[in-house]
């Protein structure tokens, strides 16, 4: 009697045939394929296939069936009778429902194989009792758990250790020229909690309606240098586009009151129209993740950086992003843990994010539509953001007819505690932060846990 087959737990082919029904059934669902490569799957087949795929979606075009077999056939050297029957084989299959869920699981199996590639290579050295070997095996071992990590850990002397706190110092006092190197895009902001470096993550929670959102493009807009990226959780290219005429409009013009009133006057016509030179000039680019999962989230970041590069994130906003829940992990704890992913990976890609977040809806307004003002317990379903974000704001609304009040309410570089009015123009439009607001009493936030809720 044989001995019973072992199921290897590092490859799983049957979600990879799931994925490639997918992929035939739905050709455009390559777009979706992130940064899946063809090593990453474990079977010759489904590697030829995929392989295939990425190359013409590289070039631009979608793997339709058609024009997806006669390249494997050609690339591979193999018969049309072959590539039929393989895909046959696999459109027999139940495709995936999430192909961002499979990619994400497919890429971890990989991970998984080349660590375990890697723990044997060391094993076999030592084994040979060669430690020439066994020392070169261990460094790629070393290597590939590396490369397992989204962000891989860092050695370093204490010169080095020196140097890196001095250059930061030296961004924060830099106000040269036309201002701070790393400047968070707002002045007031600058002045108060110094500058947003690379690998810093910086909150703003906020109430639903307070302007998160238009307040971190004016932040990302005022710092073009750096050239913004924004990924969109939740807002489509048309909204996102209204948002950045609005910004480029002089005197500030809101698209919105155009689509409330039916009607465009001659004013808003010609300030729209000043406003596409600006636009065409504007550095800013955005990806659209639009309820994708955080591994699709992460990809945008990276693309960002990479291809267009940006230097500087706005992630928009952590509670859109789709989080895949499973053995019994609670939703705060999926929402804290793609939280750390995307600063370990915006760390990773030498960046600074500007992170945004719901607030937990307030239990009541006061009359007047005012609200309560929250505190760092307030952001929604988080776990402990605030202790991985160098610096966190916080929007509530005072009351109807005044402006939406800014809170730091942490800060690791200053005391924080900063009160700000925002600032809006003529058309609602947010321009701004006002100068720090002066209080009856200085307010404690080091053990601020929010009223809101």
């Avoid at 082919?13 to 992929?23: H, I, N, T």
């Avoid at 698209?255 to 300030?271: C, G, I, L, W, Y």
């Avoid at 504007?282 to 591994?295: E, G, M, N, Q, T």
């Avoid at 693309?303 to 053995?327: H, M, N, P, S, T």
């Amino acid at each position: 009697m044989g001995a019973p087959a072992v199921m290897d737990t590092c490859q799983d082919p049957e979600l990879e045939r799931a994925l490639l029904s997918q992929l035939i059934r739905g050709p455009r669902s390559a777009m979706r394929l992130g940064s899946l490569t063809s090593d990453d799957v474990s079977v010759t087949e489904h590697r030829a296939v995929l392989e295939a795929a990425l190359a013409i979606r590289a070039a631009g075009k979608v793997p339709w069936p058609e024009t997806l077999r006669p390249a494997i056939a050609s690339a591979q050297g193999w018969s049309q009778d072959r590539v039929a029957r393989l895909f046959q084989d696999l459109s027999k299959q139940t495709p995936v429902k999430s192909v961002p869920a499979a990619v994400e699981r497919l890429m971890e199996l990989a991970h998984l194989r080349r660590v375990r590639t890697a723990a044997l290579e060391v094993a076999a050295a030592t084994e040979r009792g060669s430690l020439p070997e066994a020392r070169a095996a261990v460094v790629g071992l070393q290597t590939a758990a590396a490369a397992a990590s989204e962000a891989p850990i860092r050695i370093q002397t204490a010169a080095e250790a020196v140097a890196d706190g001095w250059e930061s110092l030296a961004r924060i006092v830099d106000h040269s020229g036309d201002g701070p190197k790393d400047s968070t895009g707002i002045e007031a902001l600058d002045a108060t909690v110094g500058t947003l470096c690379a690998g810093d993550q910086f909150v703003i929670g906020g109430y639903t309606g307070t302007g998160k959102s238009s307040l971190a493009l004016c932040m990302a807009l005022g710092a073009q240098d750096r050239r913004p990226g924004i990924v969109s959780c939740e807002d489509s290219p048309t909204t996102w586009g209204k948002r950045i005429l609005a910004h480029h409009t002089a005197p500030p013009t809101n698209p919105a009151d155009v689509v409330k009133s039916r009607e465009m006057t001659a004013n808003q016509a010609t300030a729209f129209l000043s406003a596409a030179e600006a636009v065409a000039e504007c550095p800013l680019h955005i990806a659209y993740a639009v309820k994708r999962p955080v591994v699709d989230v992460l990809d945008a970041m990276r693309r960002l950086v990479k291809e267009q590069g940006c230097g500087y994130l706005v992630v928009d906003y952590i509670q859109a992003i789709r989080f895949e829940l499973g053995g019994g992990v609670r939703y705060d704890k999926a929402v804290a843990d793609g939280a750390k992913r995307i600063k370990a990976l915006a760390a990773d890609l030498d960046v600074p994010v500007l992170l945004l977040s719901q607030l937990r809806r307030p239990e009541r307004e006061r009359r007047g539509g005012a609200q309560s003002e929250p505190g760092v317990g307030d952001l929604k379903e988080t776990g402990d953001l605030e202790n991985e974000s160098e610096v966190v704001l916080l929007l509530w609304r005072p009351g109807r007819g005044r402006p939406t009040r800014c809170r730091v309410a942490k800060s690791k570089n200053t005391a924080g505690g900063e009160l700000f009015d925002v600032v809006r123009g003529s058309a609602g439009v947010v321009t701004g932060l006002s100068e720090p607001l002066l209080e009856d009493e200085p307010r404690d936030i080091s053990d601020q846990k929010g009223d809101g809720w």
